[in-house]
Nanobody
C-alpha cells in the first residue's frame, strides 16, 4: 500500500508561483514514476508531468513546458512541482499519482492517487 499526500496548493495571482509537494509513504517501486495530474471544474483529469524515481527523467505536457519544473528528493520520498508564470487556466485540483511505466506517456496507468490540492490563479 502506498500513500501519497500533496501539499502546497493555494491562491495566487496570474504570473505568480507555487510549489507543490507530494510525500510518498509505503513501498514505492523504483521503476515506476510519480506524476501530477490536474482537474479543472467541468473538465476531465489531465496529465501534467511525470518523473522517474530511478533516473530523474521527466516528461512534461506541452502546456506546462518552460513554466513548471518537477524534481524529486529520494531520501525524503518526496516529489516537488515548481509552478511559475501561472495562468488562470492553470486553476484546478492537482493530484499526485504513482504510475506504472512508461514515463513518456500521458495515459493514466495510475496505481495510487493522492487526495489532491487546490490551485487557484486569479487574473
Amino acid at each position: 500500500q502506498v500513500k501519497l499526500v500533496e501539499s502546497g496548493g493555494g491562491s495566487v495571482q496570474a504570473g505568480g508561483s507555487l510549489r507543490l509537494s507530494c510525500a510518498a509513504s509505503g513501498s514505492t517501486p523504483t521503476t515506476y514514476n510519480i506524476a501530477w495530474f490536474r482537474q479543472a471544474p467541468g473538465k476531465e483529469r489531465e496529465f501534467v508531468v511525470a518523473i522517474s524515481w530511478n533516473y530523474g527523467d521527466a516528461y512534461y505536457a506541452d502546456f506546462v513546458k518552460g513554466r513548471f519544473t518537477i524534481s524529486r528528493d529520494n531520501a525524503k520520498n518526496t516529489v516537488y512541482l515548481q509552478m511559475n508564470t501561472l495562468k488562470p487556466e492553470d486553476t484546478a485540483v492537482y493530484y499526485c499519482a504513482l504510475r506504472r511505466p512508461p514515463l513518456y506517456s500521458t495515459i493514466s496507468n495510475v496505481l495510487y492517487w493522492g487526495q489532491g490540492t487546490q490551485v487557484t490563479v486569479s487574473s
